[in-house]
């Protein structure tokens, strides 16, 4: 039964694996989806467009969204009494 269950395992990790031509392809539809999300605003910035500074300004554009809406988990902390509270959010 566990030779069984471990040969399942195996196939199903074997599925999900990518070859590198699907991995390029994937990464390649994320650069172009940044591109129409963010390329008109780096172009009324003033970017000139297919510049590296216009490629710089889309980078940093879509690392200040994945920072700002990262799922990242959140603890709140509050300490005090009676309406004068103190929190603090991690």
């Known amino acids: 039964m566990l030779r069984y269950g471990l040969l399942v395992l195996l196939a199903a990790s074997l599925l999900g694996c990518e070859t ?3 991995r390029a ?3 390649k ?4 989806d940044m ?3 963010y390329g008109p605003g780096c172009e009324k910035l003033g970017y000139a467009k297919e510049t590296d500074s216009w490629r ?3 980078l940093h554009l879509r690392a200040r969204d994945d920072i700002r809406y990262s799922t990242r988990p959140t603890t709140t902390t509050c300490i005090g ?3 004068f509270y103190n929190c603090t959010s991690y």
Request: overall charge negative; aromatic content about 0%; charged content about 35%.
């Open 25 to 27: 392809a994937r990464v």
């Open 81 to 83: 009494h009676r309406g």
């Open 56 to 58: 710089e300004c889309i």
């Open 29 to 32: 539809g994320e650069v172009e």
């Open 35 to 37: 591109i129409k999300v």
């Open 20 to 22: 590198p031509a699907e």
